[in-house]
């Protein structure tokens, strides 16, 4: 059984920053490709970043250059650094590996980024 527990969303004002924290409770996490991905109600869930067991990574073209994935495989934890954040980055916050496969079953329950003034 996997369990992906996020944290580190809140409210920020335009141009702020967050970093966001996803612990997964899976063995063989270091041998995973991890994502992080987002969802507005009524959009389908999108990968906004997504880095190798041996840290490298790719980004979506809307957070190139402002959002920073990484990851600990030595606490299990994966990370977003979000900066320069815009009202279009509102969403809820998911982890999950890329690509979701048989992990589709694992969602957890996500953490909330709100960007507004």
């Known amino acids: 059984q996997v369990q992906l527990v996020e944290s580190g969303g809140g409210l920020v004002q335009p141009g702020g920053s967050l970093r966001l924290s996803c612990a997964v409770s899976a063995s063989t996490f270091s041998s995973y490709v991890m994502g992080w991905y987002r969802q507005v109600p009524g959009k389908q869930r999108e990968l906004v970043a997504a880095v190798g067991g041996g840290g490298i990574a790719n980004y979506a073209d809307s957070v190139k250059g402002r959002f920073t994935i990484s990851r600990d495989n030595a606490k299990n934890t994966l990370y977003l650094q979000m900066n320069s954040l815009k009202p279009e980055d509102t969403a809820q916050y998911y982890c999950?590996?890329?690509?979701?496969?048989?992990?589709?079953?694992?969602w957890g329950q996500g953490t909330q980024v709100t960007v507004s003034s």
């Open positions: 999950n590996k890329w690509p979701v496969g048989s992990w589709g079953d694992y």
